[in-house]
């Protein structure tokens, strides 16, 4: 494990959670890293990306206006803050990075990160 993704947890309908991708060491300032969820019986979905370098950013339509994905170079973490919290959102959010990144978005992945598990219920 070369990232390591934490911040899951229950949340009601309408609440906020915030997601944190933490690492690689090097070269964090030149990559892209991109936040991707799978839910029981469903493919995986690419949810949001950002380039470290250019701070490019993407959001998938389905959590467009209520997710932001930032970074904090100093700390070599990316955040994903959910708002507006739907049932649907509930999956197992995980991140990869990786160094060749097109639209913010890197489209090989040398970095992994083990899986957080967000649950979006009443």
């Known amino acids: 494990v070369q990232l390591q993704a934490s911040g899951g947890g229950l949340v009601q309908p309408g609440g906020s959670l915030r997601l944190s991708c933490t690492g690689p060491g090097s070269p964090f300032d030149h990559i892209g890293i991109g936040w991707f969820r799978q839910a029981p019986g469903k493919e995986r979905e690419r949810v949001s990306c950002l380039s470290t370098s250019s701070s490019t950013t993407y959001y998938a339509p389905s959590v467009k206006g209520r997710f932001t994905i930032s970074v904090d170079n100093a700390k070599k973490t990316v955040y994903l803050q959910m708002n507006n919290l739907k049932p649907e959102d509930t999956a197992v959010y995980h991140c990869?990075?990786?160094?060749?990144?097109?639209?913010?978005?890197?489209?090989?992945?040398?970095?992994r990160g083990q899986g957080t598990l967000v649950t979006v219920s009443s």
């Open positions: 990869a990075a990786g160094t060749v990144v097109v639209g913010g978005c890197p489209v090989t992945y040398n970095y």
